[in-house]
């Protein structure tokens, strides 16, 4: 959110919402005058959402997939997804529709799980995912989506080469900080 520094009154496009936590600190940080969009293709993450943010009127919700976004051209100032993408079924369409949907001048971000560069972390996060899906099989009673989680972060693109990507669909300025020793990062780019 600091880095989004989004302006009041600004139109944001939350895809892979959830249940809207980031729509929830978007319209903290723009004093309640911002609108949000949230678009999510899983129907009970949104009725979570729904209730959670239910005296939220400038929040509206949308089951959609990331790839076919139900909005005209050029609406958004901002467009953000937050650990989504690595789920996306084509990243390059989706990519290709928040372009889209973004006003000229508007920016895309993209928070997601990432490459560790460090050697000493890199060895101690190997260790830890190891044990997710078990203390997902103790805590929740399930292992499979611990295992997912896990497989879906190994295979996903380091730093550079999802910003290769956001540049490959025509974003600009694109650049991306590192959060935790590169556990996480952000992506941003422009349209110009
Ligand atoms: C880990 S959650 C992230 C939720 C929220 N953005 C957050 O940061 O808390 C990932 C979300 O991606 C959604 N998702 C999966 N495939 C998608 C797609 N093709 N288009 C849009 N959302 C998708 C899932 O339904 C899920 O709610």
Redesign the pocket.
């Known amino acids: 959110m600091d880095w989004m520094a989004p302006k009041k009154s600004d139109h944001l496009i939350?895809?892979?919402?959830?249940?809207?936590?980031?729509a929830k600190y978007f319209l903290k940080n723009t004093d309640y005058t911002g609108k949000v969009k949230c678009?999510?293709?899983?129907k009970y993450?949104l009725e979570v959402g729904k209730k959670k943010l239910k005296n939220s009127s400038n929040v509206k919700w949308y089951c959609?997939?990331?790839?076919k976004l139900p909005f005209s051209d050029e609406i958004f100032d901002i467009y953000v997804?937050?650990?989504?993408i690595r789920?996306?079924?084509?990243i390059n369409q989706?990519l290709k529709e928040a372009k889209r949907v973004l006003k000229i001048g508007g920016r895309f971000l993209c928070?997601e799980f990432s490459k560790v560069d460090n050697e000493i972390l890199a060895k101690f996060y190997q260790g830890y995912s190891k044990i997710i899906p078990y203390l997902g099989k103790y805590i929740v009673g399930k292992s499979e989506p611990y295992e997912y989680l896990v497989n879906s972060i190994n295979s996903f693109y380091n730093q550079q080469e999802l910003m290769d990507i956001i540049k490959s669909i025509g974003f600009e300025k694109t650049e991306y900080r590192d959060l935790s020793g590169g556990i996480a990062s952000i992506h941003s780019g422009w349209k110009i």
């Open positions: 939350d895809v892979a919402s959830g249940s809207g936590d980031i678009v999510e293709p899983n993450m959609s997939p990331a790839e997804v937050s650990f989504g789920n996306f079924s084509d989706a928070l």
